[in-house]
């Protein structure tokens, strides 16, 4: 496999992250597993702008995960203080997510216009 084909191996498996958790809040085990055999295998062909996002991709959508299913355990009780403070943690980072989406391609495009 070359550097682009590497590079983009990470950039489509974060854009999926990114992705996923617009849409669910959450990931199965066995999809966040591969995310992070993904970009583990690939850090060391970017440098530390991406390597430091992924870092953070991984925390933020590990938290919001945890969050998530901390709320489907404990139950909807709209006016629970716990369900109220999780909740508004949750759109926080669902925003977040949206706007990383958003500005993805930007932040990869210097590693993915290489020469094949």
């Not at 597993?33 to 959508?61: A, P, Q, R």
């Not at 949206?98 to 210097?110: H, K, L, Q």
């Amino acid at each position: 496999m070359n550097l682009f084909d590497k590079r983009n191996k990470v950039y489509q498996a974060t854009k999926d992250l990114l992705f996923r958790m617009i849409q669910f809040e959450s990931f199965p085990n066995d999809f966040y597993k591969k995310f992070i055999n993904t970009v583990n295998s690939g850090v060391s062909i970017f440098d530390n702008d991406i390597i430091d996002n992924l870092k953070e991709f991984k925390l933020k959508s590990a938290k919001l995960n945890s969050l998530k299913r901390a709320a489907e355990m404990h139950g909807a009780k709209p006016l629970d203080r716990y369900i109220r403070t999780n909740i508004a943690e949750r759109e926080k980072l669902s925003k977040w997510f949206y706007s990383e989406f958003e500005t993805i391609e930007t932040r990869f495009e210097n590693y993915l216009n290489l020469q094949k």
